[in-house]
């Protein structure tokens, strides 16, 4: 009996694990940086304190979904920022939209030193990354 029981436990495990499978072992979905299309932030920070910062993005498929935001260390005080999200690869139904998204993320100020913040807002022409710089004094 101890047999059949530990052999139907395996069994179900092993169907579980195989039944979420997409069959062919690729995602469907890929990360993409939505542009950002504008920003709140206070004229200036106070050292030690937390903000919240507004932040509008794009999405431009229905296929597009928000997952959070990439904020990269570049200097000390420097922020390179970007939306991100997840897209479906393998939805032939998408459609293009514009829709204009409203969203937040939390900074704690750290330093006793002007802030520098470069949201991604898309690529130009040619390809290269644009974005919108926004300085931020701290005081004590």
Known sequence: ?????????????????????????????????LPITSVEMPDSFVLNETYQIKVKYLRTSDCEYFEGFDIVKEETTVRNVAAIGSKLSDSD????????????????????????????TGNDESGEAQYLEIEVQVTE
């Open 93 to 120: 139904d998408c459609q293009e939209i514009e829709q204009e998204i409203e969203t937040s993320f939390n900074f704690v100020v750290l330093y006793n030193q002007t802030y520098t913040f470069k949201y991604f």
């Open 1 to 33: 009996m101890k047999k059949i029981i530990a052999f139907s436990l395996m069994l179900f495990t092993a169907l579980t694990f195989l039944g979420c499978s997409l069959g062919d072992d690729q995602e469907n979905f890929h990360f993409v940086a």
